[in-house]
């Protein structure tokens, strides 16, 4: 599976391609070298507000209460 800059892949597929955990918001696969984001609007009601703004990509990362710390998926 090759993928391309700004096309949209259903997770599951993603998955099954690569690995990874299939729940959280950033997945790391142990076998490759890459890491994948995951964003939507339904994150909004758990408190997460990924957005563009000003040419930038605002990701909230893993955690849903206090600051995040640069463990698990965010420090990958």
């Given at each position: ?6 096309e ?69």
């Amino acid at each position: 599976m090759g993928l391309m800059k700004g096309e949209i892949y259903k997770r599951s597929l993603i998955h099954e391609e690569y690995g990874g955990n299939r729940q959280s918001g950033i997945s790391y696969p142990a076998k490759h070298d890459m890491v994948f984001i995951f964003t939507g609007f339904s994150g909004e009601e758990y408190g997460y507000n990924d957005r563009w703004e000003k040419g930038y990509f605002l990701y909230y990362g893993e955690g849903q209460e206090g600051d995040m710390e640069f463990v698990k998926g965010n420090k990958a």
